[in-house]
């Protein structure tokens, strides 16, 4: 389980959020809604530690990210979380070089040290569960938009994460796309994959969460 | 006849008449005569004793035998001479391409250049002086050096010397006798034949270097004028006679410390006649020597393959290093950034021919750093050519955008592996095609590596194209030899961007 304690999260002389407590329960999809700028991102972000916290304690289960590590230690215990989440960005940042395939099984042969035979497997069990099975050799530039966030969503599950951070997964999608994606991520939900998702669209927040937190305007 | 006529000696009746002779100036044709100068083509790079500025006395500009011997041929024709400067290995174009008159700079009547040029009378008469380097033991003369390297001066007698006489020898060509004596020095080379004239000059210069057996063989120096200037031939041959008889010669040899008794032969209808041409042959096509067009080619392809494996191996090492300085420069910690813009900096903003000229004779004279001349040549344009592929990588790794980063590290990809699987690929493929571009100008501009002994193509070109004569024929052939490389390395890149094009369209 992911937990935040007392963290505190400043930009330029700006307080994002102070001393938030906040812990995302195994299993559930957790939804962030507020209005831009509220800090919702950053807040995702901070759990697999994309942005440093400034004071208070980022924790999933026993690994334990207090603020104010030294840089070697914290980069050690960031990219062990980063391996124990997964994440899913607005812009999709497929790698443009890589087959649908390769893009899915570029982290776990490198490292789960994933033979290819096993590697090909995995990466056919994710796309079967976001329905893009049929593009493992196609290249990201010839993806839909909802194509390519199905794709970013099954490279993140080839990591078999604890926990599928969703950032914005809708915001550039086109109405039936974002169907798809939506189909996706209720389908994860329903097979018990615990789930924090940011939106700003308050509909897709109420017929998704499980859990709904509104980030204060400060 | 009056009786105190009579009593004068036969002696001094021939200073009289020598005398008149000094007196009277020579005739040069009148185009000369209107042109108010004659203007003597020579290189004065490591030109001693020839035409040469003394490091000790700079404030006196240019002085050699052939300064003073061409304010005395001046004298003679009544306008002044003017030197022009050219390489020596390209006299004879500089000649006939009207930049010059006369090609007045320790000039051999080799057969190679006796078709292209008319010779005046010798002017002065050598031997050729063999030196070694101090450590080596049991060399008595040419004979003993089969299959090792000996420097020459390229288009010269020694030069012919060796290939005609010692074909086992590796003759290695130097456009300066002075770069030639340091290879020798610096244990590139066995040893190193020249003109006794330059040996004896730059002896100062190289204490260390060892004269084996007796100076040897005879040749000469003349001038050169064009094939149809036969009237300005006359009036040098005339003018080369007046000085002689009238001891002027004597005088400046003795100047220069090079009088030896030969020099008395230079009078001798024999030795005037030696290299005079029929004087109502004009230029013609005919004239240029035969060319062994099976053995042109075998040449022409020696120096292309060497100007391809020298490319590539370059080009190779340049990518991997300008790879490694771009990633120093945007990822390292301070000090290699540091490091990372001044080697870029340096390298690019130095000419590349003195970088080569450091490498090979700059190292060379440090003990144990004796580069040799193929090797100092790649590694030259490499770390040349890295400088120039660094700043092509430092912009494409800066262009990936970076979420590209952001959503490899967030899969717990390693810094190290998130450069290597995911950054670096993409730069590459967004840098292929300047660095296509570049891989094209170094292969052009691997040529350079000549200038420290290497014969590649364009050497190549050359010493064939100087010994013949036929520039425009072997130039279109060395062109099209280079497009043939070429051409096709652009089709391959052209072909792989569109491939890449294909998976990012």
Known sequence: MITLRGVTKRYGGRTLFERLDVQFAPGRTTVITGRSGSGKSTLLRLCNQLERHDEGTVALDALTIPAGLPHAEWHRRATALRRRTGMVFQGYHLFPHLSVRDNVTLAPRLLHGLAPDAAAARAQQVLDLVGMAAAADRFPARLSGGESQRVAIARALAMEPEVLLLDEPTSALDPLSTADVVAVIRSLRARGITQVMVTHNPELAQSLADHLIEMPVR | ?505
Not at chain 2, 373 to 395: K, Q, T
Not at chain 2, 432 to 444: E, W
Request: charge should be neutral; glycine fraction near 10%; aromatic fraction near 8%.
């Open chain 2, 1 to 505: 006849m009056p009786p105190v006529i009579k009593r004068w000696p036969l002696s001094l009746l021939a200073l009289a008449v020598t005398g008149a002779a000094a007196l009277a100036q020579v005739q040069l044709p009148e185009r000369y005569r209107i042109a108010g100068q004659l203007r003597w083509g020579a290189d004065a790079e490591g030109g001693a004793p020839f035409v040469y500025t003394d490091p000790a006395k700079p404030d006196a500009g240019e002085v050699g035998f052939e300064v003073d011997l061409a304010q005395a041929l001046g004298e003679r024709l009544g306008v002044p001479c003017r030197r022009v400067q050219a390489g020596y290995e390209s006299l004879v174009q500089v000649l006939d391409r009207g930049d010059c008159d006369v090609v007045l700079n320790g000039f051999e009547p080799t057969p190679a250049r006796r078709p292209l040029v008319r010779f005046t009378r010798p002017y002065y008469i050598f031997q050729q002086q063999l030196s070694v380097g101090p450590d080596v033991t049991g060399v008595n003369g040419l004979g003993d050096l089969a299959g090792k390297r000996v420097g020459v001066l390229g288009q010269s007698a020694s030069h012919q010397l060796l290939r005609e006489q010692y074909p086992t020898i590796e003759a290695v060509i130097y456009e300066s006798s002075v770069t030639a004596y340091e290879d020798v020095v610096n244990g590139r080379n066995a040893g190193s034949l020249a003109d006794l004239p330059i040996a004896r000059a730059l002896r100062p210069l190289f204490p260390r270097l060892v004269d084996v057996g007796e100076p040897f063989g005879e040749f000469y120096y003349c001038m050169a004028v064009r094939l149809g200037d036969a009237d300005l031939q006359q009036a040098l041959d005339d003018a080369i006679g007046q000085l002689l008889a009238n001891g002027t010669l004597e005088r400046i040899y003795r100047k220069w410390n090079m009088w030896v008794p030969a020099e008395q032969r230079l009078g001798d209808a024999a030795v005037a006649a030696m290299f005079t041409r029929d004087h109502s042959g004009a230029a013609q096509d005919g004239d240029a020597p035969a060319m062994a067009w099976g053995e042109v080619w075998l040449l022409l392809f020696a120096g292309a393959l060497r100007t391809f494996g020298i490319s590539v191996t370059s080009f190779a090492i340049a990518v991997v290093l300008g790879l490694c300085i771009a990633l120093l420069r945007l990822h390292g910690p301070p000090p290699l950034r540091i490091a990372a813009i001044a080697y870029v900096e340096v390298l690019r903003g130095t000419p590349i021919l003195v970088q080569m000229l450091l490498l090979y004779y700059g190292l060379g004279s440090i003990k144990g750093m004796q580069l040799p001349a193929e090797v100092a040549g790649v590694l030259g344009l490499a770390l040349n050519y890295a400088a120039y592929e660094a700043e092509i990588y430092r912009g494409a790794l800066s262009a990936i955008p970076r979420g590209q980063r952001e959503a490899a590290l967030a899969l717990g990809l390693t810094g190290v592996q998130t450069l290597r699987h995911v950054v670096v690929p993409q730069a590459l493929r967004l840098s292929l095609a300047s660095s296509t571009n570049d891989f094209i100008a170094l292969f052009k501009d691997s040529s350079i590596v000549m200038v420290i002994t290497v014969v590649e193509l364009t050497k190549q070109y050359n010493m064939l194209a100087n010994a013949t004569g036929r520039f425009i024929v072997l130039g279109l052939l060395t062109s099209g030899i280079y497009l043939l490389m070429s051409l096709p390395l652009a089709y391959a890149a052209r072909r792989f961007e569109r491939a890449l094009d294909r998976d990012a369209a």
